[in-house]
């Protein structure tokens, strides 16, 4: 069975600029997530998905921040414009009724 | 913010047990503790949780003290591959997992 997927696994970009990362869930799984994992912390959550809702966005800079997750199934998570500050890990996990995290390899972001 | 504590870094031998401890003074009667760790360059991987009696899988074994303000994480003998982070988690209002910064655990040959 094939894990939590997101691509891409490296993005390098200059500040200003939009970047996109994406996430495919492990099949089955309604719940999906995006964290964020600065260097030397834990990961932290940004968004939560039951299905297509966003149940918890609540540490999500909107400003700037934006995910869908249009069928319930892949999520998108953006950024625009990106900051200096957002170089960071992002990442992606999904669960299903068990409740345990399954965890994807996570987009590694610079911003220079 | 992370509902427990835990040392920041350990060493351990190869083929010894390492005991992570974990402090989560607040913890309510029907929170479940959570165990995850993350090897270098990749996401978090689930290894335990329970709610109040030891739980073993293949990985590791999780003891809950009686009043659950705390337990220990066990792996029974240690291995280079088990080097990582160890995050002790209990979840947060909003019912999702909140990592804190974890125990860096360092298995020396």
């Known amino acids: 069975e094939a894990g939590v997927v997101q691509s891409p696994r490296y993005k390098i970009i200059e500040k200003k600029q939009p970047v996109a990362f994406w996430c495919n869930p492990i099949?089955?799984?309604?719940?999906l997530y995006w964290y964020r994992q600065n260097l030397g912390q834990g990961p932290e959550l940004l968004i939560r998905?039951?299905?297509?809702?966003?149940?918890?966005d609540s540490q999500l800079p909107k400003d700037r921040f934006s995910a869908e997750r249009l069928k319930g199934v892949d999520s998108t998570l953006k950024i625009q414009p990106a900051e200096l500050g957002d170089s960071a890990v992002y990442l992606c996990?999904?669960?299903?009724?068990?409740?345990?995290?399954?965890f994807g390899s996570g987009t590694q972001l610079s911003v220079l | 913010d992370a509902k427990t504590t835990q040392p920041p870094s350990m060493d351990c031998a190869e083929g010894r047990a390492a005991n992570l401890p974990c402090n989560h003074s607040?913890?309510?009667?029907?929170?479940?503790v959570y165990w995850y760790r993350q090897i270098h360059s990749q996401g978090p991987q689930y290894i335990i949780h329970?709610?109040?009696n030891n739980e073993t899988n293949e990985m590791a074994s999780l003891i809950i003290t009686e009043d659950r303000k705390s337990s220990t994480l066990i792996l029974p003998h240690a291995t280079l591959r088990d080097t990582a982070v160890y995050y002790c988690?209990?979840?947060?209002?909003?019912?999702?997992?909140?990592f804190g910064k974890g125990t860096k655990l360092s298995v020396k040959p």
């Open positions: 996990a999904s669960t299903g009724v068990d409740e345990k995290l399954f």
């Open positions: 099949s089955g799984h309604n719940t």
């Open positions: 998905y039951e299905n297509e809702e966003a149940v918890d």
């Open positions: 607040t913890i309510s009667g029907n929170e479940y």
């Open positions: 329970g709610l109040k």
């Open positions: 988690i209990v979840k947060g209002s909003q019912g999702n997992l909140i």
